[in-house]
């Protein structure tokens, strides 16, 4: 079972008290965009084997969206930030590298 | 290949048995092949079939990194049934089931395929209008569903509560041509038809590169060394997106994990395949004697093939409240697969931005029932580069905004 610690309120918790939002970071493209950047915000998602930066929502507790970095094979969280972000945090992305030496992260994609 | 009879038994009877020779060839990787199918479970084998059987072509390699049909073929509940609502998904699941029918005769492998018939149950008013609009859309896709009363159902599964607490049963969508099949079988049947025509089911073949030359695919690199070929299917379901990224294209696919487990087992009590959507379960008896019970998806990005045990919960309670008897049994095992799921619920058979490269993909919660339907269309679409029953189900049909919407027809248990 997942442990998470929401990052607004604080609280460390089960999966249960969260619901998951997805890939995290998806530049949002809206009226006036090219058809390939709207589908690819709507659908399109990178799905990785590895880590994978994600929206979260404590649901059962103070109903806040916030940020997790976790590894899809293995289930590890790196950690929570705030959802208030264009992109994960420099320190959190180093001690990603750190532990993933073959990890690279992506370009933000369309 | 020798084929399987009665006499064959009876033959190797007196012989010790010792006449038996292998059921399909450990290949080992050529050079090149005019198609190579990544992915050796139920889909990709079944592709591989047909290819061979329709349309000639048999030179064929079926790359598999596990062992064959170690994957989401060796790890689902085995339902087959095709009470689809849209037509294009009826058509491809109606197929499918058409095909199971005669494919222990076709395969001349016996793949226990058993019409027991399979009930979905209304427990909520919304069910009911639902599945007597599915029944009608049925009835005019040609699939033969009906919309029975709780009395019948209550008949054809003696074991069930209709008067729950919470969710009564108020009726069910009855496919009386729907049931099971033995999963292990499908994709030995499919492995040892296509080893008979010459194809190669490399086991333990792992793809780790995908080589274009001028936006057209030339082959793939393997941890067996490079393999030339003209045309590319990947049919590796959870793993899609993860192929997708080394062939350079993105899919509107994510994976989770979905689980079931089975209970030990005990005397025959269910003879039909009983689904309960509103209250997450679903469940059959197997030939052993297991009750094989289906539960529910993880919420999150998942490859690790187990899934969270709060879903068994949720699962185990639901049943208990619609069976009362499943109380008093033991779970013996409990797996998860890693399964793709797209936005609109519905698969992609498709061409990709690369030229000679095919996706088969997306099936989600329910591939089981579709192998030899989605085998079958897939074939026809790397043959031909089109086929009637995929049209539907292309990538464009994303951005064109043609969604399959089946994920209110079906519920959880898609």
């Known amino acids: ?110 | 290949m020798k084929k399987y009879s009665v006499f064959a038994v009876a033959r190797e009877a007196m012989r010790h048995h010792t006449g038996w020779t292998r059921a399909w060839r450990d290949a080992q990787p050529k050079k090149r092949y005019d198609v190579i199918i990544i992915g050796a479970g139920g889909h990709g084998l079944a592709t591989a079939y047909y290819l061979g059987k329709n349309f000639g072509i048999t030179n064929v390699a079926i790359l598999e990194k596990g062992w064959l049909g170690g994957g989401n073929t060796g790890r689902n509940t085995t339902i087959i049934r095709s009470n689809y609502l849209q037509d294009p998904s009826a058509a491809i699941y109606e197929k499918s089931r058409s095909l199971y029918e005669t494919m222990s005769q076709d395969l001349n492998y016996n793949v226990m395929f058993s019409p027991r018939g399979v009930i979905m149950l209304a427990q909520t008013e919304h069910e009911v209008r639902g599945y007597k609009r599915t029944a009608h859309a049925n009835a005019l896709q040609g699939v033969t569903t009906e919309f029975i009363g709780p009395e019948k159902v209550k008949s054809l599964v003696p074991i069930i509560n209709i008067d729950g607490p919470r969710y009564p049963v108020l009726g069910g969508l009855w496919q009386a041509r729907g049931g099971t099949a033995r999963h292990d079988a499908v994709a030995w049947g499919y492995a040892r038809a296509c080893s008979d025509m010459g194809m190669d089911v490399i086991q333990r073949c792992e793809v780790t590169g995908i080589r274009q030359m001028g936006g057209r695919v030339t082959g793939v690199s393997t941890n067996r060394g490079d393999i030339d070929c003209d045309k590319l299917g990947m049919v590796v379901a959870g793993h899609s997106g993860h192929l997708a990224d080394m062939a350079g294209f993105r899919l509107p696919i994510e994976s989770v994990a979905l689980q079931a487990l089975v209970s030990e087992p005990i005397k025959p009590c269910m003879d039909v395949v009983v689904m309960a959507n509103t209250v997450h379960g679903y469940m059959s008896q197997s030939d052993k004697g297991e009750m094989v019970i289906g539960g529910g998806t993880d919420g999150y990005n998942n490859y690790t093939q187990r899934g969270s045990f709060h879903h068994i919960e949720e699962t185990v309670r639901a049943l208990i409240e619609t069976f009362p008897m499943v109380s008093r049994l033991k779970m013996l095992r409990q797996w998860g697969g890693i399964v793709d799921v797209t936005g609109d619920r519905s698969p992609i058979l498709s061409k990709t931005p690369v030229d000679g490269i095919f996706v088969n993909c997306g099936w989600g919660t329910g591939g089981f029932k579709a192998i030899p339907g989605s085998g079958w269309a897939m074939a026809e679409l790397i043959a031909k580069g089109q086929s009637p029953l995929t049209d539907a189900f292309g990538l464009n049909r994303f951005a064109e905004g043609r969604f399959i919407d089946e994920s209110v027809a079906a519920g959880v248990a898609h």
């Open chain 1, 1 to 110: 079972m997942l442990v998470l610690t929401c990052h607004a309120c604080g609280v460390t918790a089960e999966e249960t008290e969260f619901h998951a939002g997805g890939e995290a970071h998806l530049k949002r493209f809206g009226p006036g965009s090219s058809e390939t950047d709207f589908e690819g915000y709507l659908f399109m998602r990178d799905n990785p084997k590895g880590v994978h930066f994600e929206r979260w929502r404590h649901v059962y507790g103070c109903g806040k969206w916030f940020h997790v970095a976790r590894d899809t094979m293995t289930l590890e969280v790196f950690g929570s930030y705030s959802a208030q972000t264009y992109t994960p945090p420099d320190d959190l992305i180093a001690q990603i590298e750190d532990k993933r030496p073959d990890w690279t992260r992506k370009a933000a994609t369309a």
